[in-house]
């Protein structure tokens, strides 16, 4: 079968650096997307990655290692609007979404 | 985990015919059930809320005449798309909430439904 697997949820401290790990077991693959989605709102995109490697926007970075079924995304200099959901999602290989269950992230100052 | 299920994956059809999209929750109820619209490497745009048993509702600037929803029971919602035209072609992804039992804020979104209009 089909599975995501990401922590459901992890803890950071204002001003550093977390890490939110992301594992897929998928039919086929066509990139796999990172989404931010607060409480009550749409998720919004936040990086794509298809090819190994790392990608980095600003505070924001996404990595990944087709060979492993091993994503990451990493978040810098994290602040206290950081709080939110983060939802990683797998393009198979029939173009469907396989969503990982989300991992929500709270951040302390 | 929470399974939602979407039928069909892919559609083509003529511009002026009507498409129906099924949205399921597998294996829990959810009163709540979301209707987002995707376009290449973009945030979901929140289309409307689907709550079991009442009347959608829609975000601004989406037609509810054109995309018709009904939340028939707690595991089905269903986004009709009127009169497709080419602009219409998009992927639809549907979201379901638990009723209770588990954390309210938690969505559980589908695989997509890929609609071409020719």
């Known amino acids: 079968g089909q599975n995501i697997d990401q922590p459901t949820e992890m803890t950071a401290t204002e001003g550093a650096i977390v890490q939110i790990n992301c594992t897929y077991q998928t039919s086929g693959f066509n990139g796999l997307f990172w989404y931010q989605q607060h409480a009550g709102e749409a998720p919004t995109f936040l990086s794509y990655n298809v090819l190994d490697g790392l990608e980095e926007k600003g505070r924001f970075s996404s990595f990944l290692s087709r060979s492993k079924g091993y994503s990451y995304l990493l978040l810098k200099e994290l602040q206290m609007k950081d709080s939110a959901s983060y939802l990683c999602a797998v393009l198979d290989s029939n173009y469907q979404l396989i969503w990982g269950a989300g991992t929500k992230l709270i951040i302390k100052p | 985990g929470a399974v939602v299920s979407q039928h069909p994956s892919w559609v083509i059809c003529k511009s002026g015919t009507s498409v129906k999209i099924e949205c399921r929750s597998l294996d829990f109820q959810a009163t709540t059930m979301f209707w987002y619209r995707q376009f290449p490497k973009q945030s979901l745009m929140l289309m409307a809320t689907?709550?079991?048993?009442?009347?959608?509702?829609?975000e601004q600037g989406v037609e509810k005449d054109k995309f018709l929803i009904n939340h028939a029971s707690l595991t089905l919602s269903t986004l009709t798309v009127t009169s497709a035209h080419p602009e219409d072609s998009s992927f639809y992804i549907c979201?379901?909430?638990?009723?209770?039992?588990?954390?309210?804020?938690?969505?559980?979104f589908g695989p997509g439904t890929r609609l071409t209009v020719l």
């Open positions: 979201s379901a909430r638990e009723v209770e039992g588990g954390d309210t804020d938690t969505q559980y």
């Open positions: 689907s709550n079991e048993g009442s009347k959608a509702t829609y």
